[in-house]
């Protein structure tokens, strides 16, 4: 995925959550069950929407660029307000498998990364559009919001 994942497009995503439906229905994505099983409105999802639901996710917390690891490249301004944590554990990445942790601290960012020896290179893709290129060895490291 060579688009970072913005906050206007994050609507999209949250537009996918779930929602309220009619009473004695269960929804599911686009599609909702009536208490008799028949089907109450949309379209039930389908396999391929789901594993891509999936990747976007993953998108925005890893995803692989070259020999490079970009972290966090697609998560929103409001997931970094003031106290968060974001934690990705055990992620099976192209190099290995990487863990990390962001915690948002006043007004920096402290990581502590895990990460595949054979990666070349840490991105770390703020919402801002910052862009801290970190060594593949960093353990950890803290980078400033503003």
């Not at 909702?32 to 949309?42: M, V």
């Not at 639901?53 to 490079?68: A, F, H, K, P, T």
């Not at 990364?113 to 801290?132: F, H, N, W």
Request: charged share 25%.
């Amino acid at each position: 995925m060579n688009r970072v994942l913005f906050d206007d497009d994050w609507s999209v995503l949250r537009g996918e959550l779930p929602q309220p439906v009619a009473r004695n229905t269960a929804k599911t994505g686009t599609a909702g069950l009536a208490a008799d099983l028949t089907l109450a409105e949309g379209d039930m999802p389908h396999g391929w929407m789901c594993a891509s639901y999936i990747s976007l996710v993953r998108n925005m917390l890893v995803r692989e660029s070259g020999q490079d690891l970009v972290l966090m490249s697609g998560v929103p301004r409001h997931w970094l307000r003031r106290g968060a944590t974001i934690a990705v554990r055990d992620l099976p990445v192209q190099f290995g498998t990487l863990s990390y942790t962001a915690r948002v601290d006043g007004d920096s960012l402290r990581l502590t990364i895990d990460a595949p020896k054979k990666a070349r290179a840490l991105r770390v893709i703020l919402p801002s559009r910052r862009e801290i290129t970190l060594s593949a060895t960093t353990r950890s490291a803290t980078i400033p919001l503003q």
